[in-house]
C-alpha cells in the first residue's frame, strides 16, 4: 500500500494518507483537495519519467551509431540519476509552481513499498533569484535501477521491471476540475494546442497538460461513440457485462451519445438529431469526457489509477448518484481511484455502495437486486479524509466502516438553524401584531 506524507505545502500543513483503491477526499474549496491530488500524481507517474529517459538514451545511441556506443554507455551510467533528478525538479515546478515563496521547511514524501521511496524538500540556494532549491532524495533502489547497464529491449519487459519496483501495475489517468474549458473550445482547442510552443505548454500545469493530450490523442477512438469500442477493442467475455452495464449509465447520465465526427464531437439526442459539444449543457460538458475515459479504460487491458476532480460538477443529485456508480463499477474491475468531492450525494452513494458489500456479505441475492454486485465496495478497500485547516482528518467510521458525512452535513444543520431562526422572528411579530 502506497503511503504519502505532506509537509507545508500550499494550503496544507501536514497530511499523512494511506493511498487505497478507493480513496475519496471531500472538505471544503481551498482546503487542499487539489494539491494532495496533485502530489499523488506527481509520484506515481515517476516510473513514466523514468521510462521516457531510458527510452531516450536508448535512441541517442540509435543517432550516434554503434562506434559511439561504448562512451555512451559510460556516460548514461553517469547521467541518468543525474537526468532523472532534473526532470524531477521541473516536474515539481510545473506542477506546483514556482518554490520561491513556499515554506522552506517544505517536504514531500512518498511511499511505494517498505524499501522504496522519494522524497522532495527545499534547500538554500546560492541563486539569489531561486533562493529555494529543490532537492530530490530516493532510496538505494531506485538508484541502483538508475544505474545499470541498459541495453535496446522490450518497452514491455522495462515497464514490467518499473511496476515491480514502484509496486504499482497501474497507469495514472488525472481527470481535472473545469473541464468544459476543453469541450467550449471542441475541435478549435487542437489548433490553439498545436500553435504553443513549448514555454507556452509549461505555463499548463503538468496534470492539466496529461489530460488534455490524453483526450486529444483518444478522441478518434470515439468515431462510433462508446458502442463502437465494442467494435474496435476485443473485449474479454469477463468485462462484457460489465460493459453493457456501463453504456446504460452513461445514457442515463449524458442523456445521449457521443461521438467525434468530422473533426468535431457531437451528442446525438437520437438517431436523427445531434448538438455540437460546445453548445450542450454545462453538466455534459463537464462529464462526457469522465464517462468517455472510464468506459475506454473499462475494455483495455491496462489497469488505470484515476484521479477524479469533482466528477459531480454541474449535475443534478440523480446524476451524482449515477456517475458515483459508475466509478465504482470501473474501480470494481480491476481499477483504483481517488477522487474529491464536496457533494453529501456523493458521500452518500458511496455509503450505499459499501453498505451493499456489507449486507451482501448476508444476503447476496436480495442486496443486488437492489443494488448491482458490481457497483459493490469493499470497506478494506476504502479510504476517506476530510480536510481542513491545513490537516487531513480520516472521516470513515471505525464500527460502520462507512464514511461520516455529518461533516458535510453540518453545513445544512447551520442552514436549518438559521431558518429556525427566522421562523421564530415571524411568529413573534405576528404575536405582537
Not at 253 to 271: H, Q
Not at 398 to 404: A, C, V
Amino acid at each position: 500500500m502506497h503511503q504519502l506524507t505532506i509537509d507545508r505545502l500550499g494550503p496544507v500543513q501536514h497530511c499523512e494518507l494511506a493511498v487505497r483503491q478507493y480513496t475519496v477526499l471531500t472538505g471544503f474549496q481551498a482546503a487542499g483537495k487539489s494539491t494532495v491530488a496533485k502530489v499523488i500524481y506527481f509520484f506515481r507517474t515517476m516510473k513514466d519519467d523514468i521510462f521516457q529517459l531510458i527510452q531516450q538514451q536508448e535512441y541517442s545511441k540509435r543517432i550516434y551509431g554503434s562506434k559511439y556506443a561504448s562512451s555512451l554507455e559510460d556516460a548514461k551510467q553517469r547521467t541518468l540519476c543525474g537526468d532523472f533528478e532534473s526532470l524531477v525538479r521541473s516536474k515539481f515546478l510545473s506542477t506546483f509552481g514556482s518554490s520561491y515563496s513556499m515554506d522552506k521547511r517544505m517536504r514531500l514524501c512518498y511511499r511505494y513499498h517498505d524499501d522504496v521511496k522519494i522524497t522532495i524538500s527545499l534547500t538554500e540556494s546560492r541563486n539569489s533569484l531561486t533562493p529555494n532549491f529543490i532537492w530530490v532524495e530516493y532510496s538505494p533502489q531506485i538508484r541502483s535501477f538508475l544505474s545499470r547497464s541498459w541495453t535496446a529491449k522490450d518497452p514491455g519487459a522495462l515497464r514490467r521491471e518499473l511496476n515491480e519496483l514502484f509496486d504499482d501495475p497501474y497507469e495514472t489517468v488525472y481527470i481535472p476540475a473545469g473541464r468544459s474549458v476543453l469541450t467550449i473550445l471542441g475541435s478549435q482547442f487542437n489548433y490553439f494546442y498545436s500553435t504553443m510552443d513549448d514555454a507556452q505548454k509549461r505555463l499548463l500545469d503538468a496534470c492539466t497538460r496529461d489530460y488534455l493530450e490524453r483526450v486529444m490523442r483518444l478522441r478518434p477512438q470515439f468515431a462510433n461513440g462508446l458502442e463502437g469500442l465494442g467494435e474496435g477493442m476485443l473485449i474479454l467475455k469477463t468485462k462484457k457485462d460489465l460493459y453493457e452495464e456501463a453504456l446504460t449509465l452513461v445514457a442515463q447520465i449524458l442523456k445521449g451519445k457521443y461521438t467525434f465526427a468530422d473533426g468535431e464531437e457531437r451528442i446525438w439526442v437520437d438517431k436523427d438529431r445531434y448538438v455540437k459539444i460546445n453548445f450542450v449543457s454545462s453538466g455534459q460538458q463537464e462529464t462526457v469526457w469522465i464517462l468517455n475515459l472510464l468506459v475506454y479504460y473499462l475494455v483495455a487491458e491496462q489497469p488505470v489509477f484515476f484521479i477524479m476532480e469533482e466528477p459531480e460538477s454541474n449535475l443534478f443529485p440523480e446524476s451524482q448518484k449515477l456517475i458515483i456508480e459508475l466509478i465504482s463499477l470501473v474501480v470494481g474491475a480491476g481499477n483504483a481511484v481517488l477522487l474529491t468531492t464536496h457533494s453529501p450525494y456523493v458521500l452518500g452513494t458511496v455509503n450505499n455502495l459499501l453498505y451493499a458489500d456489507t449486507v451482501g456479505k448476508r444476503a447476496l441475492q436480495k442486496t443486488a437486486q437492489i443494488i448491482s454486485r458490481c457497483k459493490w465496495i469493499e470497506s478494506a478497500s476504502c479510504a476517506a479524509l476530510f480536510i481542513e485547516n491545513g490537516h487531513a482528518e480520516d472521516c470513515m467510521d471505525p464500527e460502520l466502516m462507512q464514511i461520516d458525512n455529518s461533516l458535510l452535513d453540518q453545513i445544512s444543520h447551520g442552514i436549518n438553524k438559521e431558518y429556525d431562526a427566522l421562523f421564530a422572528i415571524e411568529q413573534q411579530a405576528e404575536e405582537g401584531s
